[in-house]
């Protein structure tokens, strides 16, 4: 009887410290969660330009493959952390730092140039047209500044997931 309940204990006890693992594994990759969800919105966002190029090929065409690249290397990197406590973000900060400055650039492009139909074959040249693209790209620059700020933040260790992951680890 002695036995089984002594069986029974070490298995509760492997049982509760495989999920105190889990539970810091799953903490230190929920760290990243942001930039994912960024880097797929991304990805989408330049999947749809890159259909619409296709309708109608432009040399406008290879900014949305370049952006496409970067945000698989990015997403890849992303993957590539879970269960480490390596912090690989190069090609993560090379993605958002492109994006930041593409996204600047292209505002002033679109305004300062009558190129507007060969990036975007499916929108008509319009200042309605215009002021939508503003706003998506500006959405988007707040969204690669977080991001790149959360790198920096990371790679100092000063995010706040940070020090609940010191805090869990004390438990496991």
């Known amino acids: 009887m002695r036995n089984q309940s002594q069986v029974l204990s070490q298995r509760k006890k492997a049982s509760h410290d495989a999920r105190k693992q889990a539970a810091l594994k799953s903490t230190k990759f929920s760290r990243y969660l942001m930039m994912r969800y960024s880097i797929a919105g991304f990805f989408f966002a330049n999947l749809y330009w890159l259909v619409a190029q296709i309708l109608e090929w432009s040399f406008y065409g290879l900014i949305p493959i370049v952006m496409l690249i970067l945000s698989v290397l990015a997403a890849a990197e992303q993957l590539r952390m879970y269960g480490t406590d390596t912090v690989y973000l190069s090609w993560t900060k090379v993605f ?21 139909g060969l990036m975007f074959p499916v929108f008509s040249d319009s200042i309605a047209t215009k002021l939508f693209l503003t706003g998506l790209w500006s959405v988007g620059i707040v969204l690669a500044y977080a991001n790149l700020h959360r790198i920096a933040l990371i790679a100092n260790n000063k995010d706040k997931a ?10 496991v």
């Open 96 to 116: 958002f730092q492109v994006a930041f400055v593409l996204q600047m650039v292209l505002i002033g492009w679109i305004y300062l140039t009558d190129q507007l």
């Open 162 to 171: 940070y020090h609940r992951i010191k805090q869990l680890e004390k438990f």
